[in-house]
């Protein structure tokens, strides 16, 4: 869980840094490694939950995954539209 809200954090940094219009190559890298390993270790205990027939573990696993999944697709949303409305205001400066 601690993994998690790890990359969740640096999710969070890196949309800031992004908002800012600094360099996000030390926090991207970051967030990709860990929110892929903590991603892959949510699997394998998912995995293991359903052998071991812990069905609480397996629902509280679920809601967990399926939230920090939904999380990369939104924060990827917002990295879009920032890109967008950079691109936007580069390009309208250089008509005037």
């Known amino acids: 869980m601690n993994q998690i809200l790890a990359g969740m954090v640096l999710l969070v940094i890196t949309l ?3 908002y800012k219009r600094t360099h996000l190559v030390y926090t991207i890298i970051l967030m ?3 929110v ?3 991603g892959w270790a949510q699997i394998i205990n998912l995995r293991s939950s ?3 027939n812990n069905r609480l573990l397996f629902f509280v696993g679920t809601v967990v995954f399926i939230l920090e999944i939904w999380i ?3 924060s ?3 990295l879009k539209r920032i890109y967008c409305k950079r691109n ?9």
Not at 88 to 96: F, L, Q, T, W
Request: charged residues 15%; proline residues 0%; aromatic residues 14%.
């Open 16 to 18: 800031y840094l992004a």
């Open 32 to 34: 990709v490694f860990v």
């Open 36 to 38: 892929f390993m903590t």
């Open 50 to 52: 359903v052998n071991n």
């Open 72 to 74: 990369v697709i939104e």
């Open 76 to 78: 990827i949303s917002v």
């Open 88 to 96: 936007k205001a580069r390009y309208h400066i250089g008509n005037k």
